[in-house]
Nanobody, 125 residues
Framework: QVQLVESGGGSVQAGGSLKLSCAAS????????WGWFRQAPGKEREGVAG????????TYTDSVKGRFTISQDNARNTLYLQMNSLKPEDTAMYYC??????????????????WGQGTQVTVSS
């Protein structure tokens, strides 16, 4: 059973930074990729960044390129999302997700079978 627990959300002013963490348990070779999604009130859940657990380069949605960085510590089964230069439009609930065995579009939520409970990020202007 895969379990994902996010942490690190909070409230910041525009231009600030936050680092999200996702602690995972139960990952197997079949859970080949994981990523971050976000959902703002009244909007659909969108892919922010995804990464293959075994070496392929990450992918980002256009609106966060150059500002967000996804990384992983496979020894600790932890996924991170460093968010810099935050904007009010980044305000959302952020979710960690895992899926596999792939290959797949890492920003498509339908390719993920495991989800965390989410952590709220609020950016004020």
């Amino acid at each position: 059973q895969v379990q994902l627990v996010e942490s690190g959300g909070g409230s910041v002013q525009a231009g600030g930074s936050l680092k999200l963490s996702c602690a995972a348990s139960g990952l197997t070779y079949s859970t080949r990729y994981w990523g971050w999604f976000r959902q703002a009130p009244g909007k659909e859940r969108e892919g922010v960044a995804g990464i293959d657990r075994f070496g392929r380069p990450p992918t980002y949605t256009d609106s966060v390129k150059g500002r967000f960085t996804i990384s992983q510590d496979n020894a600790r089964n932890t996924l991170y999302l460093q968010m810099n230069s935050l904007k009010p439009e980044d305000t959302a609930m952020y979710y960690c997700a895992a899926g596999g065995p792939g290959p797949a579009n890492l920003l498509n939520r339908w390719n993920y079978g495991y989800w965390g409970q989410g952590t709220q990020v609020t950016v004020s202007s």
